[in-house]
């Protein structure tokens, strides 16, 4: 793969909107609703994946943290065994080999834990939709409820008017921010650092 190829799927992947096909954004939308009323209380998702579309691709690193009035309380983090092969494309970007997973657990087994970890708390998401497209995608393995999703890249456009964007990098870069990068339990922190920060100007 070249590395232009690499630098155009990172691309994709930080880009503040996404293109999904009509149906599959239809069926998913029903199920949670965008808000930007702060919460004290939420967890903050992150997904890595082994591409970029839902139900297609797979779940191959969860971050979950949740926090209880703004203060980090718990943290989910693990990798996910996809039960497909990891493209260098997406080693490249993520650092996560075939090796890192093959010992993992599969979606199957985590998905459950994960929903109850969530609970009825609200999500804090950057660019939610693509989380939460991965995220209602375990609907065959087990219930996945509606929930109320806060997107940092909607709170960052209304209160962060500084940066030439609102990429996760260039807001942890303009915050200045430690940010291990497409990992996600770093992608986790930093968004909610982001978050808090946009509610403090609120």
Not at 23 to 41: I, V
Not at 181 to 198: M, N, R
Request: charge should be negative; proline fraction near 6%; glycine fraction near 4%.
């Amino acid at each position: 793969m070249e590395k232009w190829e690499a630098e155009r799927l990172l691309n994709q992947k930080m880009r503040d909107t996404r293109t999904y096909p009509k149906k599959r954004t239809a069926a998913r939308a029903k199920k949670y609703n965008l808000t930007m009323e702060p919460a004290n209380d939420y967890i903050v998702l992150d997904f890595e994946t082994t591409g970029l579309r839902a139900g297609d691709d797979k779940i191959i690193q969860i971050g979950a943290v949740k926090y209880i009035g703004h203060q980090q309380q718990d943290t989910m983090y693990m990798l996910i065994n996809p039960e497909r092969p990891i493209s260098s494309t997406i080693t490249r970007i993520t650092g996560i080999r075939n090796g890192d997973v093959q010992d993992a657990p599969v979606i199957e087994e985590i998905a459950p834990q994960l929903i109850d970890f969530i609970g009825d708390l609200p999500i804090v998401a950057h660019n939610a939709p693509f989380d939460m497209g991965f995220l209602y995608a375990l609907e065959h393995i087990t219930p996945v409820p509606p929930y109320q999703v806060i997107d940092t890249v909607r709170l960052a456009r209304k209160f962060i008017t500084e940066t030439p964007n609102h990429k996760l990098t260039t807001l942890s870069a303009y915050l200045e921010l430690e940010h291990n990068a497409h990992d996600a339990l770093g992608d986790c922190l930093v968004t909610a650092s982001i978050y808090q920060f946009c509610i403090g100007r609120m």
